[in-house]
């Protein structure tokens, strides 16, 4: 409790008596100081009450009418005199000019010396600061057994209690957690923005919300954030309110670095079954149990691969990323990832409506990591028989190239050029193709091209041949030639097979 004018003249043991300016008896006093300088306002810093036996106010009522301005314009908490040994009397001009500007003006009586004024304000601030210690004792004890009883939500009601705020918990994504107040307010969207802007806090920051202030305290130690903590309180913020921010931080990291890790643990289980699920040579009816096994969401599922270098190396990172893109939920803790020969797979929820994909989240979140991939592949599964088909089909979608590819999306030929394994792939294009191609080299002949081109436009040899910039009899003839080359007409089996050939010929 701050110590007022009023205050200090009711201290027990003090003789001081109000003289003038009564309405300014609510000024705090920060300390006793006592001068005999003319104008002492230069080694004053403001909240002082100044004590003089009226050395330097100045003979003249001019000095004195400017000395008690001075100190009254220096932001000083008052004026005390004590009499009878330079001055027997309070010049006039003095308690006048104090009542005009409602600046307390005292006199010290009787046995009180200067000294015992100046440590009775002393002693005041130091019981204050004791207290005050000891409430933030208390209250750390409190948000102690309160985190080991009702884990977030405990610290956050013992931290509101002790700073008279309002505190919430965010999640990495910004959302919020956890509130102390179970309820939505006004100054909940300016810590959410803050948490998902690019210039993301980090460490203790501190902004205004009207005449309140308000706290962020990221989470976790290195890295990305667990999350953050929020606390809108009285401003400016006191030491001893960042004190027990800071203590709540630490009780709420521990607790998210615990479950972090618990989490971590119970992934690389599922991860072994997942992997089982998935390999080749499990037995078919293993499909049947999967549900019970994994305990996966309900279906349908996004199965999504990851091709990395080191996919074993991503399974933290991935549980990691699921959890807070998902946030504290039950389908996040029903996810599965595993890593497979070249890949991670994960088994995510399907949300058919949802743009972006979790999938493509995941692998945004995925790039960062060491080894992270650039490039992630998914398939939908309708029901856990489905998930090893799913998985080989997004890896084959991920071959398609840097970014997220759904298989849904793919456009169909190139799934089917890139479920070719390359060497087929070769010794398909060199049978169909292989002829032409050794004809064009040898006679700089363009049948291949012109084959391409005629394609195409759907066998239109007008179209093709205006593309080429030649008469339609030129194509015709390269069209005989083509058929001549290879030994076999331009049927309509003959052009799908060029088709493949050419398409193949050209993504490889």
């Known amino acids: 409790m701050a110590l007022t004018v009023g205050g200090l003249v009711e201290?027990?043991?003090?003789?001081?008596?109000?003289?003038?300016?009564r309405s300014g008896l609510g000024r705090e006093v920060r300390w006793a100081h006592v001068t005999e300088l003319a104008d002492p306002v230069p080694w004053l810093r403001g909240g002082e009450l100044v004590l003089t036996v009226g050395l330097g106010i100045g003979a003249s009522e001019h000095e004195q009418r400017e000395y008690v301005h001075r100190l009254f314009d220096a932001g000083c908490a008052g004026l005390g005199f004590a009499l009878d040994t330079w001055i027997e009397r309070i010049p006039p001009v003095v308690p006048r000019v104090a009542e005009e500007l409602g600046f307390p003006l005292l006199q010290v009586?009787?046995?009180?010396?200067?000294?015992?004024?100046?440590?009775?304000?002393?002693?005041?601030?130091?019981?204050?600061?004791?207290?005050?210690q000891q409430r933030v004792l208390t209250a750390q004890d409190a948000m102690v057994r309160a985190a080991l009883r009702a884990g977030f939500r405990g610290v956050?009601?013992?931290?509101?209690?002790?700073?008279?705020?309002?505190?919430?918990?965010?999640?990495?994504?910004?959302?919020?957690?956890?509130?102390?107040?179970?309820?939505?307010r006004p100054w909940h969207a300016a810590v959410r923005t803050a948490a998902t802007s690019g210039a993301r806090p980090h460490g203790m920051t501190v902004f205004q919300d009207g005449d309140a202030a308000v706290l962020m305290q990221s989470l976790g130690m290195s890295g990305n954030a667990l999350g953050w903590l929020a606390l809108r309180c009285a401003s400016p913020v006191s030491s001893h309110t960042r004190v027990l921010a800071n203590h709540a931080a630490s009780l709420l990291a521990v607790d998210l670095q615990?479950?972090?890790?618990?989490?971590?643990?119970?992934?690389?289980?599922?991860a072994r079954s997942l992997a089982l699920l998935l390999d080749d040579a499990a037995p078919a009816h293993l499909a049947e149990h999967a549900p019970a096994?994994?305990?996966?969401?309900?279906?349908?599922?996004?199965?999504?691969?990851?091709?990395?270098?080191?996919?074993?190396?991503?399974?933290?990172?991935?549980?990691?990323?699921?959890?807070?893109?998902?946030?504290?939920t039950a389908a996040a803790e029903r996810t599965a990832v595993c890593a497979v020969p070249g890949a991670l797979v994960a088994v995510l929820p399907e949300f058919a409506e949802a743009r972006p994909r979790l999938g493509e989240r995941l692998l945004e979140a995925l790039r960062g990591a060491a080894h992270g991939p650039d490039r992630a592949g998914a398939c939908a599964a309708?029901?856990?028989?489905?998930?090893?088909?799913?998985a080989l089909r997004a890896q084959r979608a991920a071959a398609v190239g840097p970014g997220y590819h759904h298989a849904d999306d793919v456009d169909a030929w190139s799934l089917l050029r890139r479920s070719i394994p390359r060497a087929a792939a070769e010794e398909f294009t060199t049978r169909v193709l292989g002829r032409l191609r050794e004809h064009d080299e040898r006679n700089g002949s363009a049948l291949l091209v012109s084959l391409r081109r005629y394609l195409e436009r759907d066998a239109n040899i007008?179209?093709?041949?205006?593309?080429?910039?030649?008469?339609?009899?030129?194509?015709?003839?390269?069209?005989?030639?083509?058929?001549r080359v290879s030994g076999t007409p331009l049927t309509a089996r003959h052009r799908m097979e060029l088709a493949l050939a050419l398409s193949l010929d050209e993504g490889y």
């Open 382 to 390: 309708r029901d856990a028989a489905e998930l090893r088909t799913a």
């Open 293 to 328: 096994l994994l305990a996966l969401p309900a279906a349908p599922y996004e199965v999504a691969a990851y091709p990395a270098r080191r996919p074993e190396d991503l399974l933290d990172p991935a549980a990691d990323a699921v959890h807070d893109l998902m946030g504290d």
């Open 258 to 270: 615990r479950s972090r890790a618990a989490r971590r643990e119970r992934n690389r289980g599922r």
């Open 109 to 132: 009586e009787g046995e009180t010396p200067f000294i015992a004024v100046v440590e009775a304000v002393a002693d005041h601030h130091a019981r204050a600061r004791l207290r005050e």
């Open 11 to 21: 201290l027990p043991g003090l003789q001081v008596r109000v003289v003038a300016g």
């Open 462 to 483: 007008e179209a093709a041949a205006r593309d080429l910039g030649v008469h339609r009899n030129t194509l015709r003839t390269r069209l005989r030639a083509a058929e």
């Open 156 to 184: 956050l009601h013992e931290l509101a209690g002790a700073t008279e705020g309002d505190a919430v918990l965010l999640d990495p994504n910004g959302m919020i957690r956890e509130t102390s107040a179970q309820a939505e």
